[in-house]
């Protein structure tokens, strides 16, 4: 009779003090952040919207070499390639399904050129889902993205308008076979 | 100036229109002080402070499409939800506010608070009932249990109040706390079964078994959309400030200052106190919503048949024993 | 008074006889309610305030409710619905009613016969009188009702331990 008294009053007690305990919590301050307020610093190697970057000389750096669209676990980049009077390539679209996407990265790690990139910026909500597919416009911005020197073209040995065989950056010129008896 | 009686239409008016400001205005202060006692914001959009949040609310509420589910039982299904709010509504009545500010001056004011509080549990019952699904029944039948039980020690632990101050008038309850003192400390026992058998009879937290949201979706009112469900939680916020007023006119001296820190006009300084001895209890409830877990439905039973009803019991026979020894 | 009297007089009459005839429980328990708050009005009108307050609390806040407790306990369907309306039939509801009929008979005469009656609302009968009466000269009636319900008590409280 006395255990089962005093159990009694130590549950009373309980539920006292954790009336009081969490009153004091009046007092502390809020741990909310206000978001449209109150922005909160976004990490530059944050994985968000994904966008299409342009070498240093302001040219396309995709080479629609489609290992992006190869890499994407969720298959939500499609892209056609051609080329243009240089024998340069690049997309003749690019889309993304942002829809689909899961914003996991792996088309930047497979990217060789560094082209496609994912931004600290993540909000992308949109009210008709057909906003959700994005082209190439919407996506090529016009600097180098987070790599400012890189430039595919100017290291890779293929011949473009303007830079001929062995004109690359570390790059021999080529050598003539025929001479090279011995 | 005006002239308070008791009844006038003016009366009823303004304290119609308080108590229904003062609920919608009760679910934006709970959403926000719950807020900052698990150390949140709360809506805080909607005009200053989100204050307007309940319009808000009610807009979306009223917008939204009345539905009744086909395989619902269409009359109580309509019914239910009626009945919460009038109910609590018709208990304000007799609620004395200050001298000369109130509706109704019964002289059976206690019991008719009783007997509004038996009448509201019909509607968490029919809604639970007419629902025709498996959780609605389950907290339809918890809240009959419930109410039903609670009833009784509610009742039987305010009768220790009706010994000592001669009366079931609420009126003539504040008068006699005003000659003798706040009926709290000879009533202790009687005060704290009445708070937790009201808290039970509203079925608000951690009392709230007929929702309970974790094990049955959300209860009696599953199946309810739009304003029909907005009538229940109106209700719930009309039977909470009711509850809040309930306590102060019975236990804590009514719309008489403490203390002796009266305001000039009567009125204004019973208006006053009432409202700021209500605003303490409808805090009290929220912290209690914050911080308490539900209890188990066995074990709710258990505690108010086991202890509640022994206590209450115990507090009216002494407490008559003491009157009628001090009577001779 | 005279107006309300009457209007809750009518419609505890159609509530109570809708009761009856309805199939399903619930509806009928929700006439059957609106009935007794009905009757309380009436004792409302003649005065009777505490009985009329006692009759919302206790039947209809009480008694009620376990009905539809239990109603809502026995899981009833569409079968119950339909063996209810085959219970309804003329064939037989006329026997209880024509057994009826007499006492329906008596109490009107009854009623007819007497003219002496009194004015309503004038006398008003306060809780503490109630009170008075029942613990002086219905005492005896008082301790055997307490009695009676104490063995419920002791009842229950053994069907329950098990």
Known sequence: MINFLCKQLYIIWSQLVTLW???THIFKKADTVEYPDQ?????????????????????????????????????????????????????????????????????????PTHAIQLTPDFEMAEYVRQDMVWEKEDMLISGTGKYHDYNFYKIAGKAIGGKGKGEARNELPPIDRRSLLP | MFEFVVGSPLNIVLILGAVLVAAALLIWV???????????????????????????????????????????????????????????????????????????????????????????????????????????????LRAAGQMISYEVFMGISILGIVI?????????IVEAQHKHGWFVFPQFIGFIVFVIAGLAETKRWPFDLAEGESEIISGFNTEYSGMKFGLFFVGEY??????????????????????????????????????????????????????????????????????????????????????????? | MNLLFYIAAVVSVLSTLIAITRVNVTHALLYF???????????????????????????????????????????????????????????????????AAPLLAALVFVLLKDTSAAEMGHTVTAAKQVGIALFGPYVLAVELASMLLLAGLVGAYHLARK
């Open chain 2, 238 to 328: 009309i039977g909470m400030l009711l509850l809040s007023a309930l306590i102060p006119v019975l236990f804590f001296g009514g719309w008489y200052a403490p203390f002796g820190l009266e305001l000039p006009n009567a009125i204004i300084s019973g208006i006053f106190w009432m409202c700021a001895k209500t605003g303490c209890w409808i805090f009290f409830f929220i912290l209690v919503r914050a911080a308490l877990v539900r209890p188990r439905y066995d074990q709710l039973m258990n505690y108010g048949w086991l202890v509640m009803l022994p206590l209450s019991l115990l507090n009216l026979l002494v407490t008559g024993a003491v009157v009628l020894a001090q009577g001779n």
């Open chain 3, 33 to 99: 309610i609106l009935s007794l708050i009905s009757l309380a009005t009436i004792f409302y009108t003649i005065g009777a305030h505490f009985a009329a307050v006692l009759e919302v609390i206790v039947y209809a806040g009480a008694i009620m409710v376990m009905y539809v407790f239990v109603a809502m306990m026995l899981n009833l369907g569409h079968a119950t619905i339909d063996q209810e309306r085959a219970w309804l039939k003329p064939t037989i509801w006329i026997g209880p009613s024509l057994m």
């Open chain 2, 164 to 172: 000592l101050s001669d009366s079931f008038n609420l009126r003539e």
């Open chain 1, 39 to 111: 922005m909160p610093y976004m990490f530059p190697r944050w994985r968000g919207r994904i966008i299409l970057s342009r070498d240093p000389d302001g040219e396309e750096r995709c080479v629609a070499c489609n290992l992006c669209a190869v890499a994407c676990p969720v298959d939500c980049i499609a892209l056609q390639k051609t080329e243009d009077e240089n024998g340069r390539w690049y997309p003749e679209f690019f889309r993304i399904n942002f829809s689909r996407c899961i914003m996991c990265g792996f088309c930047e790690e497979a990217c």
């Open chain 1, 21 to 23: 305990l969490v009153f």
């Open chain 2, 30 to 140: 709970e959403r926000r002080v719950l807020g900052f006692l698990n150390e949140r914001l709360g809506p805080n959009r909607v005009g200053p402070w989100g204050i307007a949040q309940s319009l808000a609310d009610v807009g979306k509420l009223i917008t939204k499409e009345d539905w009744v589910p086909p395989f619902a039982d269409k009359l109580p299904f309509i019914v239910a939800p009626i009945i919460v709010p009038v109910v609590m509504l018709l208990s304000f009545a007799v609620i004395p506010i200050a001298p000369g500010v109130g509706i109704m001056d019964l002289n059976i004011g206690l019991l008719w608070v009783l007997a509004m509080a038996g009448l509201g549990s019909y509607s968490a019952m029919l809604g639970g009932l007419a629902s025709n699904n498996k959780f609605s029944l389950l907290g339809g």
